[in-house]
């Protein structure tokens, strides 16, 4: 990581940045509001630090150990941005600035007239954001794959309708890309690209998203540690792309038997993540609790741990839903719980993990 000096030239900072592709490195520049600082993507190894750190326009030049830096809050304080707060824009709504943003909508698409019932429920409800799966991560081959798997044309027509669905209701939309095959078309289409759970470690399918340079909703695994998680963040950020919003959707449960909950929704990564990076942090109460009757109270919970924001699988009847309707709430229950979250949030303040 190179820090350079608050009055480094244009030229001085070209200088370090051609010196570092020497070394077959990328840099990536974070400009702040007084200073520059340079962080290197690649094996640091060879690089001699002690050299930078004579370049004109240079203040100190150090090789970091941790395994995520440039997404580290210690990184964004170099540049000394200030009050400047990192907020990820998808269309026109802003992510993890000072309101809770919420998203919602079926788990998968199943057809244009559910998506856009669905749709015009839940924007009525008080959502932001739209959501509906088009390529659905299954566990069995012969459950509902999505419409994605019917082929091309079938994932372009509900593509379509997702895209159709948000215009109209002004809602950006979100669908999950669950390989790299997928990654050209669904960005064509939709404003925030997620990548599920099962998919955290395709490193990948991690760099091709990135290279779209559109805003990208990355799952934590449900066994994957803090540092594995922010590490695989790290692969998303070295492509210049640091639109990223990280999600916290439960992690394997513990105990043998009767299973209560789907996974065990691990709330202490919300503000213990916050703490690490300057990216902003929501939450998936739906896949998490896997039952509909926990939603309520996880969703207050997870806006008191300083989340901001939440993903909702929501049907106006969850009983004739194709896939995860024992966890899917009604446009009703959804406004119940946003109202509850916003008054919670009112309560709690905004910003509270951050130092
Ligand atoms: C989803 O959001 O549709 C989904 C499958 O979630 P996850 O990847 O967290 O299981
Ligand atoms: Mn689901």
Redesign the pocket.
């Known amino acids: 990581m190179i820090i350079m000096q608050t009055d480094a030239t244009r030229e001085q900072i070209a200088r370090v940045i051609k010196e570092i592709k020497q070394y077959g490195l990328k840099a990536d520049v974070s400009k702040g509001a007084y200073r520059t600082v340079i962080g290197l993507v690649g094996d640091e190894s060879k690089v001699d630090f002690a050299h930078f750190a004579t370049l004109p326009g240079v203040k100190g030049a150090m090789m970091v150990e941790t395994p995520y830096k440039l997404i580290n809050r210690e990184y964004d304080k170099l540049s000394e941005t200030g009050e400047q707060r990192f907020v990820v824009k998808v269309g026109n709504i802003e992510i993890g600035g000072d309101e809770p943003i919420y998203m919602a909508g079926p ?1 998968a698409v199943e057809s244009k007239e559910q998506l856009v019932r669905i749709a015009e429920g839940v924007k009525k409800a008080g959502a932001h954001i739209l ?1 509906g ?1 088009i390529f ?2 299954r566990t069995s081959v012969h459950s509902f794959q999505g419409l994605g798997a019917g082929g091309q044309e079938e994932a372009r027509e509900a593509l379509d309708w997702l895209r159709d669905a948000g215009n109209r209701l002004e809602m950006p939309v979100v669908t ?1 890309i669950r390989g790299e095959t997928q990654v050209d078309l669904v960005a064509e289409y939709v404003d925030l690209l ?1 990548i ?3 998919n955290m470690y395709d490193q990948d399918l991690l760099t091709k998203v990135a290279k779209t340079g559109k805003p990208i909703l990355y ?1 934590r695994h449900f066994g994957a540690g803090i540092e594995e998680f922010l590490s695989f963040t790290e692969y998303i950020a070295a492509e210049g792309n640091k639109n990223i919003i990280l999600c916290e ?1 439960g992690v394997l449960p513990v105990g043998k038997g009767k299973s209560y909950t789907r996974y065990t929704l691990d709330l202490s990564a919300v503000p213990a993540i916050q703490k690490e990076t300057y990216l902003p942090v929501m939450v ?1 109460p739906s ?1 998490a609790a896997g039952r509909r009757d926990l939603i309520f109270s996880m969703s207050c919970a997870a806006i008191a741990a300083g989340a901001c924001g939440l ?1 909702i699988e929501v049907h106006y009847n969850p009983a004739e839903a194709l896939v995860d309707g024992q966890q899917m709430i009604t446009p009703d229950e959804l406004k119940d719980t946003i109202d509850a979250c916003n008054r919670v949030h009112s309560a709690i303040g905004p910003r509270r993990n951050e130092d």
């Open positions: 788990c959501r799966g659905k991560p999950e997620q599920g759970a099962r799952k959707r998936d896949h993903m």
